[in-house]
């Protein structure tokens, strides 16, 4: 039986782009997706676009016996694990959910796994580990900070039990990577973010306004102490944070213990460079307005991705104006998300 790939919520965003990437290098994968927030249309498009079939299973990482059963049907050798709930908002408001959802989650996933002899496993952490940072760019060497959400609580929770976990047995081989703003999508316009309900970040809001579903984009803050007085992040091309997986499996292979790489361009963009590179690109015009700040919000953050580079051989190849095109092809051919069929008659003309 060939080797497997698990991945836990392979059906959203990040795990679908790492599908592509995983199947593209050859790995057999299986995808475990409750469908909580997405569609089994996604695997459908994954299957058009790697011209394979997907394995894919309906189910909970938190139901017991399904792992068993999972880990027992197919050889799996690794996990690369993205099943999370990952609204800011939402934490604050459920943060039962997000506890039980995240943490316990993970926790019934390592237990399935150790249960079943699987010890490698790449876990999506967030730069939201760091809080608000000490240093810019932010190295790994800097620490954990204090993030100021439930979500971002649960990210820290689960770094610091998977760290427990490796320094408790040597077996265990596990890769935390620190995602810095994914944005973009599958050049191809078939895959990319299609969020429930209302929106909060910055991409799929804008996106929201460009296809004329709200008036305007709420810009928070044009006060912080940055250029232009608005926010500042690195955003990265989900398809290079895809790629980033694959070579984390790949380096897991030889190493044990628990290791950390931030996954970031190294670069920073304000809010308002990110609504003038869309115009620019696009020939659409954002209107925006002004609001207060968001709370929680940090003035600016990107990454040092050097760790990543030097142990990974990773770095981002894809700039932003590459992030906004495929985010734009995406959105023009799927107004309605995963809901309809692809429009490939939508595909339009970027400059
Ligand atoms: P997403 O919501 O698109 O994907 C998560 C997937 O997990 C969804 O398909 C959902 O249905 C599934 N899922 C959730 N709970 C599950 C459960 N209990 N059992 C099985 N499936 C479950 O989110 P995404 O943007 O692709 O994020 C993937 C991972 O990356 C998450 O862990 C998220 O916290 C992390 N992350 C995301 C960002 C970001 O900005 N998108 C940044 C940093 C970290
Ligand atoms: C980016 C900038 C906003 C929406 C969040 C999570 C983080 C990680 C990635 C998962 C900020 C501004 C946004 C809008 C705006 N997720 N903005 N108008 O906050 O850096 O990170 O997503 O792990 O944990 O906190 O990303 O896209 O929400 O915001 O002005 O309508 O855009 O204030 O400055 P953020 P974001």
Redesign the pocket.
Known sequence: MRKTTLITGGAGYIGSHTAVALINAGHNVLVLDNLCNSSRECISRLEQLTLTRVEFIKGDIRDANLLDDIFRRYDIDAVVHFASL?S?AESVRKPLDYYANNVAGTLDLCQAMARNNVFQLVFSS???VYGEPTRIPIAEDVGTGKPV?P??RT?LMIEELLTDLCHSDPRWSIGLLR?F??IGAHESGMIGEDPRGRP????P?LMQVAIGRMPE?????NDYPTADG??V?DYIHVVDLAIGHLKALQVLQHNSGINFWNLGTGTGYS?LQIIQSFEDITGITIPYRFAPR?E??IAQCWADPGKAGRELNWTAQRDLHQMIVDAWRWQSCNPQGYQASFEISALIAVK
Do not use: F, I, M, Q
């Open positions: 990952k800011v967030s730069a939201t959400n979500y971002g990210k995602y703003n994914p909060n970040n910055l991409l809001c984009l709420t810009v928070y803050g608005t926010c992040r809010v968001r929680g919000d």
